[in-house]
């Protein structure tokens, strides 16, 4: 069965300092990889997706970036962090057809301080 | 562009009774999905329940069912028996069958069952 990690759980991070979130998902292959931002209280919005290795698609323009160095592997970074980073941060994986739901990690909640 | 918009922000229901949860949706895709996801207050997110636009039933899932009405865009969940677990958040979400596998969520529904 598939399954998907996402670490860490929890993260208190100061202004300004670098961030690094990653994303596993094991027994599939060539998964479509997901971050979401949920803020307290609010919908998921969708920061990046990605269809294949080295395949990543911005939606919301901001100072996040994602990568995906393997198939099964989608890390969220940041150089420098804001303090509107602040929220709850889900990984997520679908399989490739649009009519397959999508399957979350845990997420981290990350608070900037 | 693709929207959903859920009218309730919250709600209160007692126990054993059924809810119905609303979803209305816009979308200019001929052929897109439907989905409804649970999100207890551990966070996670649980997938519920798929409609696709080319079904002619409503979806249903032991006590979930979709209430799919395609002319007023709109895909309703209804719990049944509702019971002190289903206490959580609810998200209405859409995808589109014709381009890239993106799934845009609504803003969700406070459920919360009355003991």
């Known amino acids: 069965s598939q399954t998907i990690h996402q670490w860490p759980a929890t993260l208190v991070q100061p202004v300004g300092s670098p961030l690094s979130l990653e994303c596993t998902v094991e027994?599939?292959?060539?998964?479509?990889l997901y971050w979401y931002r949920q803020a307290a209280g609010r919908g998921l919005q969708l920061l990046f997706y990605s269809v294949g290795i080295g395949q990543i698609s911005s939606e919301v323009p901001q100072n996040l970036s994602a990568s995906r160095p393997q198939d099964r592997q989608f890390i969220l970074s940041s150089k420098k962090l804001l303090l509107s980073d602040s929220g709850f941060y889900l990984c997520?994986?679908?399989?490739?057809?649009?009519?397959?739901?999508?399957?979350f990690g845990d997420g981290t909640r990350l608070s900037i301080l | 562009a693709q929207k959903i918009t859920q009218t309730q922000p919250g709600m209160f229901v007692q126990e054993k009774e059924a809810v119905t949860l609303d979803c209305t949706y816009d979308?200019?895709?001929?052929?897109?999905?439907l989905f409804w996801y649970k999100q207890p207050s551990s966070g996670e997110m649980i997938f519920l329940i798929y409609q696709g636009s080319y079904d002619e039933q409503n979806a249903t899932e032991g006590r979930y069912s979709l209430n799919f009405q395609k002319a007023r865009k709109s895909a309703n969940l209804v719990i049944s028996a509702s019971q002190l677990g289903d206490s959580a958040m609810y998200f209405c979400?859409?995808?589109?069958?014709?381009?890239?596998?993106?799934?845009?969520f609504g803003s969700g529904t406070r459920l919360s069952i009355r003991p």
């Open positions: 027994g599939t292959s060539n998964p479509n």
């Open positions: 979400a859409m995808s589109s069958l014709d381009s890239a596998s993106k799934i845009i």
């Open positions: 979308t200019s895709d001929q052929s897109y999905g």
């Open positions: 997520a994986w679908s399989a490739g057809q649009g009519d397959q739901p999508q399957h």
